[in-house]
Protein backbone atom coordinates (compact mmCIF):
# COMPACT_ATOMS: atom_id res chain seq x y z
CA UNK A 1 0.00 0.00 0.00
CA UNK A 2 2.91 2.37 0.51
CA UNK A 3 3.65 2.19 -2.95
CA UNK A 4 0.57 2.91 -3.95
CA UNK A 5 0.42 5.97 -1.66
CA UNK A 6 3.85 7.15 -3.07
CA UNK A 7 2.93 6.99 -6.42
CA UNK A 8 2.96 3.68 -8.26
CA UNK A 9 0.06 2.71 -9.84
CA UNK A 10 -1.92 -0.43 -9.19
CA UNK A 11 -1.50 -1.94 -13.10
CA UNK A 12 2.41 -2.50 -11.72
CA UNK A 13 2.07 -3.44 -8.78
CA UNK A 14 0.09 -6.31 -10.02
CA UNK A 15 2.60 -7.16 -12.42
CA UNK A 16 5.31 -6.97 -10.20
CA UNK A 17 4.15 -9.33 -7.37
CA UNK A 18 1.94 -11.33 -9.54
CA UNK A 19 -1.22 -10.00 -7.38
CA UNK A 20 -4.49 -9.69 -9.19
CA UNK A 21 -5.29 -6.18 -9.01
CA UNK A 22 -8.72 -6.64 -7.98
CA UNK A 23 -7.06 -8.20 -4.78
CA UNK A 24 -4.38 -5.01 -4.63
CA UNK A 25 -7.61 -2.64 -4.73
CA UNK A 26 -9.88 -4.79 -2.18
CA UNK A 27 -6.35 -3.95 0.59
CA UNK A 28 -6.46 -0.67 -0.33
CA UNK A 29 -10.20 -0.02 0.39
CA UNK A 30 -9.73 -2.08 3.53
CA UNK A 31 -6.73 0.40 4.79
CA UNK A 32 -7.81 3.30 3.81
CA UNK A 33 -8.39 5.78 6.48
CA UNK A 34 -12.32 6.30 7.29
CA UNK A 35 -13.25 9.81 8.61
CA UNK A 36 -9.98 12.34 8.50
CA UNK A 37 -9.10 10.02 12.16
CA UNK A 38 -7.00 8.19 10.72
CA UNK A 39 -7.98 4.71 11.08
CA UNK A 40 -9.25 2.00 8.56
CA UNK A 41 -12.41 0.69 7.46
CA UNK A 42 -11.58 -2.82 9.26
CA UNK A 43 -10.04 -1.45 12.45
CA UNK A 44 -13.33 0.72 12.78
CA UNK A 45 -15.76 -2.25 12.38
CA UNK A 46 -12.86 -4.23 14.75
CA UNK A 47 -13.11 -1.39 17.41
CA UNK A 48 -17.18 -1.13 16.98
CA UNK A 49 -17.37 -5.23 17.81
CA UNK A 50 -15.12 -5.05 20.78
CA UNK A 51 -17.05 -2.10 21.70
CA UNK A 52 -20.07 -4.27 21.54
CA UNK A 53 -18.51 -6.82 23.48
CA UNK A 54 -17.53 -4.97 26.13
CA UNK A 55 -20.92 -3.47 26.68
CA UNK A 56 -22.41 -6.70 26.84
CA UNK A 57 -19.73 -7.88 29.52
CA UNK A 58 -20.82 -4.71 31.79
CA UNK A 59 -24.48 -5.26 31.74
CA UNK A 60 -23.76 -9.03 32.44
CA UNK A 61 -21.37 -7.58 35.45
CA UNK A 62 -23.89 -5.43 36.70
CA UNK A 63 -26.32 -8.12 37.24
CA UNK A 64 -24.29 -10.01 39.60
CA UNK A 65 -25.13 -9.94 43.11
CA UNK A 66 -21.79 -7.82 44.35
CA UNK A 67 -22.56 -5.11 41.24
CA UNK A 68 -26.07 -5.29 41.50
CA UNK A 69 -28.47 -1.81 42.30
CA UNK A 70 -29.48 -3.12 45.32
CA UNK A 71 -26.15 -4.23 46.94
CA UNK A 72 -24.73 -0.67 45.90
CA UNK A 73 -27.71 1.19 48.14
CA UNK A 74 -26.51 -1.49 51.08
CA UNK A 75 -22.89 -1.55 50.89
CA UNK A 76 -22.87 2.30 50.57
CA UNK A 77 -25.10 2.48 53.98
CA UNK A 78 -22.78 -0.01 55.48
CA UNK A 79 -19.68 2.53 54.86
CA UNK A 80 -21.68 5.83 55.86
CA UNK A 81 -22.16 3.87 59.01
CA UNK A 82 -18.76 3.39 59.86
Same mark, same amino acid.
Given at each position: ???? @??? =????? !??????? %??????????????????????? @??? =????? !??????? %?????????????????????????
Amino acid at each position: MKLH @EMG =KKIYD !LSSEYAI %NAVIIYKWIKETKPVIGGGISKK @EYE =KMQKE !LRQLRMK %NEILKKLPPYSQENNKTNSKIHRKI
